[in-house]
């Protein structure tokens, strides 16, 4: 067993690491998810009407998990902090967007779809916010695609493979297929909002979606053997917890 020092030594580490990836890169933040300004204000308000109510039902679960189980902060903390990392490394893809991990399984695994839609709604926030990655008005398509869609996508199919007793395919599958849903997700936002002229929306779509999968299916494959190496890390310095959510005693 590893001792409590060691534990908050290990994760002092990774956040040592993730604060240097993001921040020391000078890089400028060009377009990241959807960016600022680049969706038809009736499109930009009808994610944000879709979104809200998930993240007002998902703040409840949030509190309520808080509240019974005060110990899994730190674990929440860990979840954000990872979509806000892998989210935030940017490869330029279609125009008013990029490719990019999104790292909202492992929270999806960890508490389920509806707390990941205000971690992941907070992760965009933050970044557009501080890091002009996004934007405010495109905020609600963001976060439906990777802080809806993308979780409750990695949560169906960890709950599907789990009987299997393979738990660390399991994990694989849920992020690498949550990773591509969301731009699947996001290819369908750009579809509906910008038809093409000849073909309309599922010619805009398949341009869409094939441009994404240039950079995105290797991106998917990255994301999911990450996970697995956090969920990993998490057995060995994480095990209260993961026994409070009643995950360790699924593994093969």
């Not at 929440?76 to 999104?102: D, W």
């Not at 926030?125 to 439906?144: D, K, W």
């Amino acid at each position: 067993m590893k001792t409590r020092n060691q534990k908050w030594v290990s994760l002092l580490l990774m956040a040592g690491l993730s604060f240097y990836i993001v921040f020391s890169s000078t890089a400028p933040a060009e377009a990241m998810h959807i960016a600022e300004g680049f969706l038809p204000i009736e499109w930009a308000a009808f994610w944000w009407a879709v979104s809200l109510p998930f993240f007002i039902f998902g703040w409840r679960s949030l509190v309520r998990i808080t509240t019974l189980n005060p110990e899994l902060k730190s674990l929440l903390a860990l979840s954000g902090a990872f979509t806000f990392v892998l989210s935030a490394l940017k490869i330029p893809s279609v125009t008013g967007s990029c490719s990019h991990p999104t790292g909202t399984g492992l929270g999806a695994i960890l508490f389920g779809p509806s707390v990941m839609s205000v971690l992941g709604g907070l992760v965009l926030l933050f970044q557009a916010v501080l890091l002009a990655h996004g934007g405010l008005t495109t905020l609600g398509a963001n976060m439906f695609s990777m802080a809806i869609v993308g979780p409750f996508v990695a949560y169906f199919v960890y709950r599907l493979l789990m009987p299997t007793g393979r738990a660390r395919i399991a994990i694989f599958c849920a992020a690498a297929l949550e990773n591509l849903l969301t731009y699947v997700m996001t290819a369908i936002q750009l579809a509906l909002a910008f038809p093409a002229a000849s073909g309309g929306f599922m010619a805009a779509f398949i341009k869409f979606v094939g441009i994404f999968a240039v950079t995105q299916i290797p991106l998917a494959i990255s994301e999911g053997l990450l996970t697995v190496l956090v969920w990993n890390w998490l057995q060995s310095y994480g095990q209260p917890e993961l026994e409070t959510l009643k995950l360790l005693k699924q593994e093969a």
